[in-house]
């Protein structure tokens, strides 16, 4: 394989995580200029984490509030970025979500200039870090990656509001963040990418998140149980938003994402799999990744951390097991597609896609 060009995207212009850091947030506005703002807010997590703005509700910025309606598509992008134009907003903040920071970020890469603040009500995934939005259907079906040229300009991290997000969600977050050692280090092991100082930054922070994952996931997970915004707590929360958008922000292709993302793709075709979240789809995709690999080594050392989290081992897990080989076939092809799959230097076939899938069935069968 010879080092293709890839572009470096550190992250967010600006990052914090502490305790009252939302009281911040008029003078960082100021500090831009911004009088006018429009606030994308999702659903359940609003009444959270609404009490922590109260410095932003009590400023001179001029805000308008608007309802995420709970999809990442391109109906809900053009929604909000008409509701822009009609306020002149001058800056536009997310709090919310994977999908709704998703959103947000489409709307400040099409509307220039736009600031972006994203405030994440919950740490399931990289989507705040990341300078790329996934795209989907009204059905939650998965249609696209687009990647973005602006990033971020300011997120906060209060880990109270985080805290409060149900478990489900931080459990997701553990499965999305271990996926960035399993599917990049195929790639970042080898000759060619010992040369880059940032591909094999990205190789350090993926293998980062792995270990602070499977050696404190648990016990962040316990913390958040009883509300307590622990240490350990915090330390799996920024892993999981910040580090882990770091690996992909250094690797580009090389570290973005590859079987187990593509796999997660796949299986939003099934409506059965829709009220999983990403990460947990994610987490049985590794599995995939390293059946792909004959590593089953690897997947008898994670089998414990799994059943201890509840993450998905096999396609009963995610109450698809009734696939027929015909769909089976159709989710190998489904992956083969990808959008991040095909970038990432990462070679596969349907067929041997489609085996790893079959492989692992067999491996878990009767367990």
Not at 23 to 32: F, G, Q, S, V, Y
Not at 58 to 69: K, M, N, P, Y
Not at 96 to 119: F, M, N, R, T
Not at 176 to 187: F, H, L
């Amino acid at each position: 394989m010879s080092l293709a060009p890839f572009i470096v995207r550190p992250g967010p212009q600006e990052y914090e995580c502490r305790i009252g850091v939302m009281d911040t947030l008029p003078e960082r506005l100021r500090a831009h200029g911004i009088k006018k703002a429009i606030l994308v807010h999702g659903n359940e997590s609003w009444a959270n984490a609404k009490p922590f703005l109260d410095a932003l509700f009590a400023s001179d910025v001029e805000l308008t509030l608007h309802a995420f309606v709970g999809e990442s598509t391109y109906a809900e992008v053009a929604r909000i970025s008409e509701r822009v134009q009609q306020t002149s907003a001058q800056a536009i903040i997310g709090v919310g979500s994977g999908k709704l920071v998703d959103v947000v970020k489409h709307v400040a890469e099409d509307i220039v200039p736009l600031y972006s603040v994203v405030i994440p009500t919950l740490a399931s995934n990289c989507a705040p870090w990341a300078p790329l939005s996934v795209m989907y259907s009204d059905e939650g079906v998965f249609e696209d990656v687009d990647w973005l040229k602006k990033q971020v300009g300011l997120l906060l991290v209060d880990p109270r509001i985080i805290v409060t997000a149900p478990e489900k969600y931080l459990v997701a977050g553990i499965g999305d963040t271990i996926a960035k050692w399993y599917e990049s280090e195929q790639i970042l092991a080898r000759k060619e990418t010992q040369a880059s100082a940032f591909l094999q930054a990205a190789r350090g922070h993926a293998y980062t998140c792995k270990q602070v994952m499977v050696e404190e996931g648990a016990q962040a997970v316990a913390d958040r149980n009883t509300q307590r915004v622990s240490d350990t707590f915090v330390k799996v929360a920024e892993t999981i938003i910040a580090l882990s958008g770091l690996v992909g922000g250094f690797g580009d292709a090389y570290a973005r994402a590859t079987i187990a993302h593509a796999i997660h793709d796949a299986i939003t075709a099934f409506p059965e799999t829709h009220h999983y979240l990403h990460g947990t789809k994610v987490a049985y995709g590794v599995m995939v990744n390293l059946a792909y690999e004959h590593n089953w080594d690897e997947i008898e050392r994670l089998v414990p951390f799994y059943t201890a989290l509840g993450l998905p081992k096999c396609l009963d897990d995610l109450d698809i097991g009734y696939l027929n080989e015909a769909q089976l076939r159709s989710m190998a092809d489904d992956a083969q597609d990808d959008a991040l799959l095909k970038v990432s230097m990462y070679e596969t076939t349907p067929a041997l896609i489609y085996q790893a899938v079959k492989d692992l069935e067999a491996h878990f069968a009767g367990k």
